[in-house]
């Protein structure tokens, strides 16, 4: 089993859709989550961190779920510049590596 | 915020030889850096954690003697392919951990190295 799984995707969705990804992750021992964006080519970029709690960021709202090992991302009124592969991150603390999901690519149409 | 610098930003050479590729924390110290991989299509995967002044620690399935880090400085660390052959053009990224309250520590990436081998 992969440390950190992710919805295969490619999800194509119209612009102003709300759309939701998933990931799920093995190590129970794990401490930070973050979503990543990377653009084609580029480096990634921190979308967000996720906490317990819940958090959001305007249009995006992330959960994690300890119990169930699982994250999300919510993006609400999607936006051609959305348009990304999107990455689960999972980290075990300071100075542990961080673990990649496979990423789940998001295109928003017009 | 935390900027990291790679250079080059991409490189083409002759099978054979050898690259060398720079990561900078530019205003920040790192002591921790990490280096990845990434095929096309592929998620980003981790080659090796890089400590100021200690050897690197490889990930399984890397070879140390293939790829020769070097974390010299507190804002800087090499990355250098020998002998590279066309199996080892990808885009080689690298990224310094940046220390937060807690464990919320957050990893800025460099923009990447794109290497082709021909």
């Known amino acids: 089993r992969k440390e950190v799984e992710q919805d295969p995707g490619p999800f194509n969705v119209p612009e102003g859709a709300t759309v939701a990804f998933n990931c799920t992750y093995s190590n129970s021992a794990s401490q930070s989550f973050f979503w990543y964006r990377q653009d084609c080519r580029k480096e990634p970029k921190l979308l967000m961190s996720v906490y317990s709690s819940g958090n959001e960021d305007g249009r995006f709202t992330a959960q994690l779920n300890r119990a169930s090992q699982y994250i999300s991302l919510l993006i609400r009124d999607s936006k051609l510049s959305d348009s990304a592969t999107y990455l689960c991150v999972v980290n075990g603390g300071y100075g542990q590596n961080f673990v990649f999901g496979p990423g789940t690519r998001l295109s928003v149409l017009p | 915020g935390a900027v990291v610098s790679q250079h080059p930003s991409w490189v083409i050479c002759k099978s054979g030889t050898s690259v060398k590729i720079e990561c900078r924390s530019l205003?920040?110290?790192?002591?921790?850096m990490f280096w990845y991989r990434q095929f096309p299509k592929q998620s980003l995967m981790l080659m090796a954690t890089s400590n100021e002044g200690s050897k690197a620690t490889y990930e399984q399935g890397v070879e140390k003697d293939k790829f020769l880090i070097n974390h010299a400085s507190l804002t800087l660390s090499t990355l250098t392919v020998t002998s590279a052959h066309p199996e080892d053009s990808s885009f080689y990224i690298c990224?310094?951990?940046?220390?937060?309250?807690?464990?919320?520590?957050?990893?800025?990436f460099g923009p990447g190295t794109r290497l082709t081998v021909l």
């Open positions: 990224s310094a951990s940046l220390p937060r309250l807690g464990t919320d520590n957050e990893q800025f």
């Open positions: 205003d920040f110290q790192a002591t921790t």
